[in-house]
């Protein structure tokens, strides 16, 4: 099973891939989607409409992990990410790929067990469970990969039916 996971963003989309085989989460990919100021805002909705199309043609991945938007302190950048989710979301619905939406205070303590962990916790947590030499570079690529980690975890667990 391929896991896509996303940090969404409008300036930079981050994006991990992790194949999980039986209890076996490996890591696959890591990068981002970036758009530039030099593009009108309508524009850089569809480079990341453009760029995910190619990323889930590329991977095909079977399910999704995604960063829930929580909490932004400017008030501008949060409409332009809300936008870019809506995208984002639009785009996995086109793909018909199921997914999984986690906060921050779930995915950092899911790989630290602390909700408040420090970026550099997280991506250290990251090297150690995946064994890598460094993180993903930028930080919105680490994010992505931490989504799809959890997202693979998720999907690990039994699935408990109400007995009513």
């Given at each position: 099973?391929?896991i896509?996971?996303?940090?969404p963003g409008?300036a930079r989309?981050?994006y991990?891939?992790?194949k999980?085989?039986?209890n ?5 990919a890591?990068g ?12 850089r ?13 590329k991977f095909r ?25 809506g ?9 018909k ?5 986690l906060t ?7 790989l630290t ?11 250290k ?14 930080d ?15 999907s ?9």
């Open positions: 099973m391929i896509l996971g996303l940090d409008f989309l981050g991990g891939v992790v999980k085989t039986g076996t989460i490996q890591f696959h890591a981002v989607i970036t758009t530039t100021t030099r593009e009108t805002f309508p524009q909705l569809i480079t990341i409409r453009q760029e995910l199309r190619q990323l889930i043609k991945p079977d399910q999704v992990g995604i960063e829930r938007l929580y909490f932004f302190k400017n008030v501008t950048t949060a409409f332009g990410v809300g936008q870019a989710i995208v984002i979301t639009l785009t996995l619905a086109e793909a790929l199921p997914t999984t939406e921050p205070l779930q995915i950092k303590s899911i067990g602390y909700g408040q962990a420090s970026k550099p916790q997280v991506q947590a990251l090297r150690l469970i995946f064994r890598l030499n460094r993180a993903p570079k930028p919105d690529a680490a994010d992505g990969l931490a989504c799809a980690y959890c997202a693979a975890l998720g690990m667990r039994p699935q408990i039916k109400n007995s009513k």
